[in-house]
Protein backbone atom coordinates (compact mmCIF):
# COMPACT_ATOMS: atom_id res chain seq x y z
CA UNK A 1 0.00 0.00 0.00
CA UNK A 2 0.85 3.83 -0.64
CA UNK A 3 0.09 6.84 1.02
CA UNK A 4 0.03 10.28 -0.75
CA UNK A 5 0.36 13.69 1.21
CA UNK A 6 0.27 16.42 -1.37
CA UNK A 7 1.30 20.12 0.63
CA UNK A 8 2.27 23.25 -0.81
CA UNK A 9 -1.23 24.53 -1.97
CA UNK A 10 -1.81 28.64 -1.18
CA UNK A 11 -3.05 31.64 -2.43
CA UNK A 12 -0.74 33.66 -4.86
CA UNK A 13 -1.24 36.70 -7.36
CA UNK A 14 -1.20 35.91 -10.53
CA UNK A 15 2.20 35.61 -12.40
CA UNK A 16 3.66 34.42 -9.40
CA UNK A 17 4.78 30.86 -8.54
CA UNK A 18 4.38 27.82 -5.87
CA UNK A 19 5.58 24.69 -5.33
CA UNK A 20 3.97 21.28 -4.32
CA UNK A 21 5.44 18.35 -2.78
CA UNK A 22 3.95 14.85 -2.62
CA UNK A 23 5.66 12.78 -0.14
CA UNK A 24 4.93 8.93 -0.54
CA UNK A 25 4.98 6.19 1.99
CA UNK A 26 5.96 2.99 1.11
CA UNK A 27 7.79 1.47 -1.37
CA UNK A 28 10.70 3.28 -3.37
CA UNK A 29 9.29 5.08 -6.30
CA UNK A 30 11.67 3.86 -8.80
CA UNK A 31 9.70 1.49 -10.39
CA UNK A 32 6.39 3.95 -9.95
CA UNK A 33 5.11 5.98 -12.36
CA UNK A 34 3.42 9.31 -10.64
CA UNK A 35 1.56 12.30 -11.99
CA UNK A 36 0.22 15.12 -10.71
CA UNK A 37 -3.28 15.95 -11.79
CA UNK A 38 -6.13 19.14 -10.85
CA UNK A 39 -9.72 19.56 -10.52
CA UNK A 40 -11.27 22.68 -10.98
CA UNK A 41 -14.86 23.92 -9.75
CA UNK A 42 -17.49 22.09 -12.10
CA UNK A 43 -14.69 20.74 -14.73
CA UNK A 44 -13.15 17.01 -14.90
CA UNK A 45 -10.09 16.22 -13.36
CA UNK A 46 -7.46 16.26 -15.72
CA UNK A 47 -3.81 15.91 -16.24
CA UNK A 48 -0.98 18.12 -15.45
CA UNK A 49 2.27 16.66 -15.45
CA UNK A 50 3.73 12.86 -14.90
CA UNK A 51 7.23 11.49 -14.14
CA UNK A 52 9.30 8.50 -14.65
CA UNK A 53 11.97 8.44 -12.48
CA UNK A 54 13.79 5.02 -13.61
CA UNK A 55 13.41 6.28 -17.61
CA UNK A 56 14.04 10.01 -16.87
CA UNK A 57 11.48 10.99 -18.72
CA UNK A 58 8.55 13.67 -18.06
CA UNK A 59 5.25 14.36 -19.82
CA UNK A 60 3.38 17.73 -19.52
CA UNK A 61 -0.07 18.98 -20.48
CA UNK A 62 -0.14 21.42 -23.11
CA UNK A 63 -1.33 24.49 -21.14
CA UNK A 64 0.93 23.95 -18.51
CA UNK A 65 4.23 23.62 -20.26
CA UNK A 66 7.32 26.02 -20.27
CA UNK A 67 5.47 27.23 -16.88
CA UNK A 68 5.74 23.80 -14.67
CA UNK A 69 8.48 21.50 -14.11
CA UNK A 70 8.03 18.01 -11.97
CA UNK A 71 11.03 16.72 -10.49
CA UNK A 72 11.39 14.18 -7.80
CA UNK A 73 13.52 12.78 -5.34
CA UNK A 74 13.93 9.32 -5.01
CA UNK A 75 15.90 9.30 -1.61
CA UNK A 76 13.34 10.99 -0.37
CA UNK A 77 10.26 9.66 -1.76
CA UNK A 78 8.61 12.63 -2.95
CA UNK A 79 7.79 14.32 -6.51
CA UNK A 80 7.59 17.88 -6.96
CA UNK A 81 5.73 20.62 -9.28
CA UNK A 82 6.68 23.89 -9.52
CA UNK A 83 4.53 26.12 -10.64
CA UNK A 84 5.63 29.68 -12.33
CA UNK A 85 3.81 31.81 -14.04
CA UNK A 86 0.33 30.98 -12.73
CA UNK A 87 -2.41 31.93 -14.36
CA UNK A 88 -6.63 32.41 -12.78
CA UNK A 89 -7.09 29.09 -14.98
CA UNK A 90 -4.56 27.02 -12.66
CA UNK A 91 -6.27 27.52 -9.91
CA UNK A 92 -7.76 23.63 -8.67
CA UNK A 93 -7.55 21.08 -5.82
CA UNK A 94 -4.30 19.48 -7.26
CA UNK A 95 -3.71 15.46 -6.66
CA UNK A 96 -0.40 13.48 -6.69
CA UNK A 97 -0.99 9.83 -8.27
CA UNK A 98 1.19 6.89 -8.28
CA UNK A 99 0.89 3.93 -10.14
CA UNK A 100 3.67 0.60 -9.58
CA UNK A 101 4.99 0.05 -13.32
CA UNK A 102 7.70 -2.09 -14.99
CA UNK A 103 7.09 -0.76 -18.66
CA UNK A 104 8.72 2.82 -18.24
CA UNK A 105 5.99 4.80 -19.45
CA UNK A 106 4.24 8.18 -18.16
CA UNK A 107 0.53 7.92 -17.89
CA UNK A 108 -2.14 10.57 -18.77
CA UNK A 109 -4.84 8.96 -18.50
CA UNK A 110 -5.81 8.84 -14.47
CA UNK A 111 -7.59 5.90 -14.87
CA UNK A 112 -4.02 4.24 -15.31
CA UNK A 113 -3.12 5.54 -11.60
CA UNK A 114 -3.61 3.28 -8.51
CA UNK A 115 -3.21 5.81 -5.62
CA UNK A 116 -4.09 9.06 -4.77
CA UNK A 117 -3.47 11.89 -2.43
CA UNK A 118 -5.88 13.72 -0.89
CA UNK A 119 -5.53 17.04 -2.75
CA UNK A 120 -3.76 20.46 -2.19
CA UNK A 121 -6.05 24.19 -3.08
CA UNK A 122 -4.40 26.07 -5.26
CA UNK A 123 -5.99 29.72 -5.80
CA UNK A 124 -4.45 32.41 -7.87
CA UNK A 125 -5.43 35.81 -7.37
CA UNK A 126 -6.44 38.35 -10.94
Known amino acids: QVQLVESGGGLVQAGGSLRLSCAASGRAFSRYAMGWFRQAPGKEREFVAG????????RYADSVKARFTISGDNVKNTVYLQMNSLKPEDAAVYYCAAKEDYSGSVYQDEREYDYWGQGTQVTVSS
Open 51 to 58: IRWSADRT
